[in-house]
């Protein structure tokens, strides 16, 4: 496809202001020869020649199961949203029961020190950086493992709960739920993501304050891992793996079943956006919503840097409180903080939720002129980023490089951020949304594999940048990926603390230093659980093994 003109994505980019984060629901073992500290610049693979390819696909053929193994035009397992990184596998596996999968990672297992076939899960292909490709491996295509049928659980009020295959969409989840009254307690910003690709992750997004992530809010997991073995586990049951796996960058097993934990349904929101010109206004209001028992369903927020004509976007989905005010306020040349807020209702329960509404508002510092408001379905709000996602695609505006950054700040070092970053090096209108907003870690599952802050309060900051793939200028790849060094380096010289989400390092030393006191139990798992490591090489944490280490 060829890519638009870069007047074009100009003309168009105010609409990225609604493109808000998916969290995604689209990141040394004990034996040395499993890791590498060199960089993993591109691929390695002994199993490269005309030759091997033929013996490896003509060994999965051979293998029984009820999908089916392509070994040709399989370029899209090549891609992925960031669409940086393309590495062709030598097969893709179209699972139809978990029994497949299972297979096909044992006969890998099986092969040992014969090859170096690796093993990846692909969900609906939104990571950032190759995560979930194989460079002549094997690339599972999660999404047509369907089985088992998504079941419901409802007869215990208290604990109701859906059991899904891992490569079902969240979206899917949604409408099947709300037919029963039901739905998911913590969401991502985007639905078209697998259940196995955020659970791996974390799946946080505007609810994690109130809810946790969505690893907090899952009783029991399915895992096939890197021996080929099917494992259940729970709290109560392998819950080692359990932990291990949920936030687990795909290391240690691939989930292909998980229980998730619903509640009632709402049928409404309430949806409102103000705007703020001082940060620590803006840091205090945030923090004071996610710490008061009384507060909204939906906590969010996101910086706003030079924007021309931001309220009259604005219009097209939201009604100002005084249409005037609104109507005189200039957004060009300055900073802004946007604090984005929900409530979730029920029609008959309107006239309270609007006195709700209004007695959380008047407790914030917010510009009065910029109160916008809008009632829409639940589905509707929770599903607003695929309608941006839609405009986008018929601009050819979304199958562009995504060179994006997520980091987690502590809460004591969020000012000495946002004053270097926001102030000295993001100096010009960004190339797509900028989130920040707080969460309460200490709702929060303790002992999984995601690695965050010591605080018990966190930033989630999210540069959400949108490239040309042919531009040289400030809208260009390079360009972009030298902001998010500065940003990284000063976050490093003053020792802010932070920690990466959808974390990407080249280096196996990097990858220490990222989970730091946690490397020791992670590590142990890889050898536990995958000691050939050969799940997940797309992460670069460890380095394939040519066999199992004789004890």
């Given at each position: 496809m060829k890519s638009p003109p870069t007047h074009v994505f100009f003309k168009h980019k105010s609409m990225f202001l609604r493109l808000l984060i998916f969290i995604l629901g689209i990141c040394s073992i004990n034996r040395t020869n499993l890791c590498c500290d060199q960089p993993f610049a591109t691929p390695i693979s002994s199993s490269s020649t005309p030759s091997s390819f033929s013996v490896i696909q003509s060994s999965l053929k051979q293998l029984t199961i009820e999908g089916y193994f392509s070994f040709k035009n399989f370029d899209h397992a090549a891609k992925d949203f960031g669409n940086r990184y393309h590495f062709l596998p030598s097969a893709v596996l179209y699972p139809k029961s978990v029994s497949d999968i299972s297979s096909t990672i044992k006969h890998v297992f099986d092969m040992g020190s014969a090859t170096d076939l690796t093993v990846a899960a692909r969900g609906h292909g939104h990571s950032l950086e190759g995560q979930a490709q194989a460079y002549q491996g094997v690339v599972i295509n999660m999404e047509s493992l369907r089985a088992p049928a998504m079941r419901f659980h409802t007869g215990n009020q208290e604990l109701p709960f859906v059991d899904v295959s891992a490569g079902e969409l969240w979206i899917n989840i949604l409408h099947e739920s709300l037919k029963l009254g039901l739905?998911?307690?913590?969401?991502?910003?985007?639905?078209?993501?697998?259940?196995?690709?955020?659970?791996?992750?974390?799946?946080?997004?505007?609810?994690?304050?109130?809810?946790?992530?969505?690893?907090?809010?899952?009783?029991?997991?399915?895992?096939?891992?890197?021996?080929?073995?099917?494992?259940?586990?729970?709290?109560?049951?392998?819950?080692?793996?359990?932990?291990?796996?949920?936030?687990?960058?795909?290391?240690?097993?691939?989930?292909?079943?998980?229980?998730?934990?619903?509640?009632?349904?709402?049928?409404?929101v309430k949806w409102i956006r103000v705007l703020y010109s001082d940060f620590s206004t803006f840091s205090y209001d945030q923090e004071h919503l996610i710490s008061s028992e009384n507060s909204f369903d939906y906590i969010e927020g996101f910086v706003i840097i030079n924007r021309t004509g931001l309220l009259n976007n604005w219009r097209s989905t939201f009604n100002p409180k005084d249409p005037l005010l609104a109507k005189e306020f200039s957004s060009e040349g300055k900073v802004l903080y946007c604090l984005e807020v929900a409530k979730y209702f029920n029609p008959e329960e309107t006239a309270k939720t609007d006195q709700n509404v209004d007695a959380l508002l008047s407790k914030l510092n917010y510009i009065q002129s910029t109160l916008f408001q809008s009632e829409v379905s639940y589905v509707d709000f929770l599903d607003r980023v695929h309608v941006s996602e839609m405009k986008l695609q018929e601009k050819g505006l979304w199958d562009v490089p995504h060179p994006w950054l997520n980091l987690l700040i502590p809460k004591t070092r969020i000012h000495d951020f946002a004053q270097e970053v926001f102030g000295k090096i993001l100096t010009d209108t960004s190339h797509g949304p900028i989130l920040i907003y707080p969460v309460n870690k200490s709702k929060w599952r303790k002992g999984t594999s995601l690695v965050t802050p010591e605080e018990d309060v966190m930033y989630l900051i999210a540069f959400l940048s949108s490239a040309m793939p042919s531009s040289t200028g400030k809208d260009g790849v390079e360009y972009i990926l030298k902001k998010n060094k500065k940003i990284l380096n000063f976050c490093r010289k003053a020792h802010i603390g932070m920690k990466q989400y959808l974390p990407h390092y080249t280096t196996q030393e990097d990858w220490k230093s990222h989970f730091g006191l946690q490397w020791e139990t992670f590590n142990r798992r890889k050898s536990t659980y995958d000691p050939l490591a050969i799940l997940a090489p797309g992460h670069r944490i460890f380095r394939r093994a040519s066999g199992v280490q004789q004890q």
């Open positions: 739905t998911p307690k913590s969401w991502t910003d985007y639905l078209h993501l697998t259940v196995g690709g955020t659970l791996s992750n974390a799946g946080i997004s505007g609810q994690a304050f109130k809810h946790g992530p969505q690893i907090n809010n899952v009783y029991q997991l399915e895992v096939v891992t890197g021996k080929g073995e099917v494992i259940t586990c729970s709290e109560e049951q392998n819950a080692d793996l359990f932990y291990g796996v949920l936030g687990g960058l795909g290391q240690f097993g691939i989930i292909t079943r998980a229980r998730i934990a619903l509640e009632p349904a709402p049928k409404k």
